[in-house]
């Protein structure tokens, strides 16, 4: 799923409060009592939060690597 995929709310988010919304979906979607529509919209959201936060990640690698090959 490309970056453009990822709805601005999402993408505002910092890998902290992105790692903390997964958390919370996660939870509910662990619930025993749990309705399959919702479970299916939490399940999209949490793979377009997981992929933000692997954007986030490449981007912070990325600048590592830059600044390595400056010195």
């Known amino acids: 799923m490309k970056t453009k995929n990822i709805p601005p709310d999402i993408k505002s988010k910092s890998i902290n409060d992105a790692k903390s919304e997964i958390m919370d979906i996660l939870e509910r979607l662990e619930k025993d009592k749990i309705d399959l529509e919702g479970s299916k919209e939490d399940y999209e959201r949490l793979l377009l939060l997981n992929n933000h936060v692997d954007e986030l990640f490449?981007?912070?690698?990325?600048?590592?690597?830059?600044?390595?090959?400056?010195?």
Do not use: D, T
């Open 58 to 71: 490449k981007e912070r690698l990325n600048k590592i690597h830059s600044m390595g090959k400056k010195k």
